[in-house]
């Protein structure tokens, strides 16, 4: 399998690269970075799962979906499965506490995952590998996907994907309120969240529930 930051895949024809974010700096860093490309051609930003299906076409052979998984909305999982059904490959773009949830996300349909703080030498990479029909993760992505498969309890509780998001975001610190802006829901959602996590763990608070699901290889 090829890596990020290994040599880069050649892709014949252009790529278009549908961005989709809600962050105007975001999204025009990542279209900047796809223009510089002879072979990449950025298109939006869009900001809704809507707007990334309706951009998806079939004049180009390869489409790449440059996503922030808070433009999934509340199932990500599901998100992903249609993107992947439409013909998109979808290509994750989130914080590296992502990385918890990523398993789920990738048997879902995500073709990849580029952390926020990658080079632009890595996500053009990145987005190449995906476009050749390739699986983009950095070598450090994948020692703490399998850590963390292998980490796991049997009996451990099913916690959905955007509750193990959320609880991997509190475990950097982060407010309900910054979690809430980082994935595009209030903060009333995130705490929402957060309770259903800590019941499902047996804890109850976020301190708690962070500390149990860590234990328990969840996050």
């Known amino acids: 399998m090829q890596r990020v930051g290994q040599t880069e895949v050649g892709v014949q024809g252009r790529t278009d690269v549908i961005i989709g974010s809600r ?6 860093a990542l279209r900047l970075t796809c223009a510089a490309e002879p072979d990449l051609e950025p298109v939006g930003p869009v900001e809704s799962l809507e ?9 180009t052979a390869d489409q790449v979906a440059l996503v922030d998984p808070g433009v999934l909305g509340a199932e990500p999982d599901i998100a992903l ?10 290509l994750l773009f989130a914080e590296r506490a992502t990385v918890g949830v990523l398993p789920e996300l990738l048997r879902a349909g995500a073709c990849g995952f580029v952390a926020r703080d990658a080079s632009p030498q890595e996500l053009v990479g990145a987005v190449r590998l995906v476009a050749a029909g390739r699986l983009a993760l950095s070598d450090a992505v994948q020692r703490e996907v399998t850590t963390q498969l292998l980490s796991r309890h049997d009996d451990a509780p099913v916690l959905t994907v955007r509750e193990r998001e959320v609880l991997a975001l509190v475990s950097e610190g982060r407010s309900s309120a910054n979690i809430g802006e980082r994935l595009h829901v209030s903060e009333r959602t995130v705490k929402t969240h957060i309770a259903r996590a800590s019941q499902k763990l047996g804890t109850t608070n976020r301190t708690a529930a962070v500390v149990r699901a860590l234990k328990q290889g969840l996050l």
């Open 23 to 28: 962050e105007p700096i975001t999204a025009m």
């Open 81 to 90: 499965q249609l993107l992947k059904g439409s013909g998109l490959r979808p």
């Open 51 to 59: 707007g990334l299906m309706t951009h998806r076409s079939s004049a």
